[in-house]
């Protein structure tokens, strides 16, 4: 599964509370993405990385922010969770030209 | 923005049957087609691809046709299995660029015995 995990695994968080998920991947892939998987909208993309500290935004990336300070890590934070926000959260990762590779995922839930 | 509609949302096929799953998109700049199966509790694999340098691909049972003009593409599964049943993403990308990829939002295939 190309070395890619994610932590934690599962996350149960109150409203308001700032939460950070972590990728880490041992590929040295140069490009890292975040997605978050709801019923009925597929895997939407949040924010993504092309190198070390450089990041772009995706298309659902209001109330989250990400930092990525080495190649093998890319995290993603939610300043103050929303109920909204509860979902399952990918992290993937690819080369230059190449095919992603998801991480196996973290499911989040804000209560 | 750049948007991939698939359709349909579900389908279920008698095992042995095929399904055929199909994609449009609207950034006429994408030149790179994945397609992502997911298993229930999984995480998305890609089972194929396409460039838009070739008009179809083929990988035993699994095949994708792309349509450049109309902007569209399609997934081919043949003789269909137990083990085909799980969710389908396309999406679409420009390769060339940092590899964002807009996906569609899935359809869940049932494989009936």
């Known amino acids: 599964d190309a070395g890619i995990t994610q932590s934690p695994r599962h996350k149960v968080t109150e409203t308001g509370t700032p939460v950070t998920l972590r990728c880490h991947q041992t590929?040295?892939?140069?490009?890292m993405y975040w997605y978050r998987q709801d019923p009925g909208h597929g895997l939407r993309l949040i924010h993504y990385?092309?190198?070390?500290?450089?990041?772009d935004k995706g298309e659902v990336s209001d109330g989250y922010s990400v930092s990525r300070s080495k190649t093998e890590d890319f995290l993603l934070t939610l300043e103050s969770a929303t109920s909204s926000q509860t979902s399952v959260y990918f992290c993937?990762?690819?080369?230059?030209?190449?095919?992603?590779?998801f991480g196996p995922g973290t499911r989040l839930t804000v209560t | 923005g750049e948007n991939v509609e698939q359709h349909p949302s579900t389908l279920s096929v008698q095992e042995g049957d095929s399904a055929v799953i199909k994609c449009t998109y609207s950034d006429s700049a994408s030149n790179y087609f994945p397609w992502y199966k997911q298993e229930l509790g999984k995480r998305p694999q890609l089972i194929i691809d396409?460039?838009?340098?070739?008009g179809e691909k083929k990988d035993q049972r699994i095949a994708v046709t792309l349509n450049k003009t109309a902007k569209h593409f399609s997934l081919h599964i043949t003789e269909t299995q137990p083990e085909d049943s799980a969710v389908y993403f396309c999406a679409a990308s420009r390769a060339s660029s940092a590899s964002k990829i807009i996906f569609g939002s899935g359809t869940r295939l049932s494989i009936r015995p």
């Open positions: 993937a990762t690819s080369d230059v030209d190449s095919e992603q590779y």
């Open positions: 990385s092309y190198g070390v500290k450089d990041t």
């Open positions: 396409i460039r838009s340098n070739v």
């Open positions: 590929e040295n892939h140069r490009y």
